[in-house]
Each structure stands twice: as structure tokens, then as C-alpha cells.
């Protein structure tokens, strides 16, 4: 029965739930630390981890596992929802950042890139050719998708300066200013180990068991993996209704042990870094940013129309930057500066 795998009431708004999920992470982002996270972020503390495919049974670019050391930094609890991107471009248009026609939004300058495709059913954001607006269902507190990788950087620094911080990124050149103090992606190394919730060796983001099923995560199970043991199969019963996407609203499933929703599942997730599969084998063993070219950028998390191979917590995947197939992201930002 679909009642089996609820995590949250349907009586409950999507506003009530992403709300929940930024009470939450302001009252968990505290963690070995007296100084409170920014809204809707946790802070996760530095430290080294194993990083990779303890279990060896994913993709080449997931080995060797190595040591890696991070820095503290605040993660986002949630994944950028549609309301967020919808205030940010709302700011972005007032002020000039975005040129928006009927097939999506993009930045304005020499380095002008594709931000948002908005002719896309899955992107919940609509224009009508004066401003932006929610379109009806899947919208108010889901994940936003069909965003760019570009897409996910601008927006980092739209909501620095809406905030009043500095913006890491030039989006001329889009390249990073690590010394900022506004918004940005997340490094690979960092998404792994706030996914990971300080525990070491496991094949999820949680701890109490190595398998997967509905009640965890939003994903396509289709039984291929010994590690798969959901009792209904296919996407998610509670958002499979016909009308893409198959989102589940940000904070509909269990947080991991760091206070942070969706790891897992719901949609992919932009990074920083660019992608190489060999990389590991030359990785720097402090604060990692991934190498210094490539043509595609990695991607995290998996998707609810993916099975549950992509939703390991050493799972990496690569997409084109330019590209949106169930795109989102979440934040991150420096914890000192």
C-alpha cells in the first residue's frame, strides 16, 4: 500500500515541508560548533574521511578509495526548491542579470550561458513574458530541476548579493574566488563527506543498514541490485502520478546523522568540479577541488527515475554543463573565511 511508504502526511503543504526541512537545519547546524548556520544550511566539520567505493561494486571513477581532509563548510539541508530559484530570478530580472525569452532563461555579458529551460514540463517555472511565476502542482517547496550547471552558479551568486555577501563566482569566465563568502556548489569531496554524515564504510548515507527501498529515498527500484529489497517497484508510488516530474518535496524522507535531506534520489545534483575518472589517483589529500579542466561536470545524488546504483553515497555520474536532464543542486558555502 502506498500508506507504507509515506514519510510525511499529505495533509501537510509542500510549503509546510520545506519549512520543516530549514527549521531543522538551523536547529542541526550547530554541529561541533557554537555558532549557528546560515538559514537552511548545516555546518559540517572538518576533518578526514575514506572517500570512494568501499565496496567496490560502482563505476571505475569511484576508485581508489582515499583519504581525503576537508575544511568546515556549510551545506545546504535541502536541494534548491522552485520558490528559491523563482525569488532569485525575480531579483535577476530587477536588476538587470538575465535576458528570459520562451525557452529559458539566460545570463546577460560575454560569458552568456543557457540558465533554466523553462519550455522543458519538468521545470515548474514559468514566464509570461513580463515576469516569473510557479506553475500549477510540483512546484511550492519541490526541488527546482531542469537547471544548468551554469544555471546552479549563477544562482549561488544572485542569492549572495540578494543576502548582502560577496559572490564567489565570475560569470564571465565562471570561474571561483574560494575566499568569498557567499554561496557556491560544493566540491565532489565535500558532497561526499556531508552525505556520508560522519560515518565511514557504508554503501547510503545512513548507517543502521546497507539496502535501500522506498521508505529512504525517492528512486526507480527496479531489483537489479541485491541492495534494492523495496517492497513496491518502479518509481516512488507516492509521486508517480502521471504528471512529470516525479519529484518528491524537499524533506519527505528521513535527514542523514549531519541534519541533510535527498542525498539520495529526487533529483541529480550539480558539483564544481569537473569531471575525470582517473581522478582519484592524483587527488590532492587536502580540500580537493577536482581538475582544472574537462568538458563535462560531476553530478551527485541520483534521481527518482534512476535505480538505486546512482543512489550509493560513492555514486558519481557527469553531465554537460550546458545540459538539464533532472538538474538541481544544493548549496554550500565557507565556514571561515
Request: net charge negative.
Amino acid at each position: 500500500m502506498r500508506s507504507a511508504v509515506r514519510r510525511f502526511s499529505h495533509s501537510r503543504t509542500s510549503f509546510s515541508l520545506a519549512l520543516a526541512c530549514f527549521i531543522l537545519a538551523v536547529g542541526g547546524g550547530t554541529v561541533g560548533s557554537d555558532v549557528a548556520a546560515p538559514l537552511g544550511m548545516v555546518l559540517i566539520p572538518g576533518g578526514s574521511f575514506q572517500m570512494g567505493d568501499a565496496f567496490a561494486e560502482g563505476c571505475y571513477d569511484e576508485l581508489p578509495v582515499h583519504t581525503v581532509t576537508l575544511s568546515a563548510f556549510y551545506m545546504g539541508a535541502c536541494e534548491v526548491t522552485n520558490d528559491e530559484m523563482l525569488s532569485a530570478l525575480q531579483w535577476a530580472q530587477a536588476n538587470g542579470r538575465v535576458e528570459v525569452t520562451d525557452a529559458g532563461v539566460y545570463s546577460v555579458g560575454a560569458g552568456r550561458k543557457k540558465l533554466l529551460h523553462l519550455d522543458l514540463e519538468e521545470c515548474r517555472i514559468d514566464w509570461d513574458g513580463r515576469r516569473f511565476s510557479l506553475k500549477e502542482g510540483k512546484a511550492s517547496g519541490y526541488p527546482c530541476v531542469e537547471v544548468t550547471w551554469h544555471g546552479a552558479v549563477a544562482y549561488c551568486n544572485f542569492r549572495s548579493e540578494m543576502e548582502g555577501r560577496v559572490p564567489c563566482y565570475d560569470l564571465e569566465t565562471w570561474t571561483c574566488d574560494w575566499a568569498d563568502d557567499g554561496y557556491r556548489l560544493p566540491t565532489d569531496a565535500e558532497w561526499e563527506r556531508a552525505a556520508r554524515g560522519g560515518a565511514e564504510g557504508h554503501r547510503f548515507t545512513w548507517s543502521d543498514t546497507e539496502t535501500i527501498d522506498h521508505t529512504r529515498a525517492n528512486y526507480e527500484s527496479t531489483g537489479a541490485q541485491s541492495y534494492d529489497v523495496s517492497l513496491t517497484r518502479g518509481l516512488h508510488p507516492d509521486y508517480d502520478d502521471g504528471q512529470a516530474p516525479y519529484t518528491s518535496p524537499v524533506g519527505s524522507f528521513p535527514a542523514n546523522a549531519y541534519g541533510l535531506y535527498d542525498m539520495e534520489g529526487n533529483v541529480w545534483e550539480w558539483i564544481w568540479d569537473y569531471w575525470d575518472p582517473n581522478y582519484y589517483l592524483s587527488s590532492p589529500l587536502r580540500d580537493p577541488r577536482g581538475p582544472d579542466s574537462g568538458e563535462y561536470r560531476v553530478v551527485r545524488s541520483g534521481r527518482w527515475g534512476y535505480d538505486a546504483s546512482a543512489c550509493r553515497v560513492s555514486a558519481r555520474r557527469h553531465g554537460w554543463p550546458a545540459g538539464r536532464r533532472q538538474m538541481g543542486f544544493r548549496l554550500a558555502m565557507n565556514a571561515e573565511i
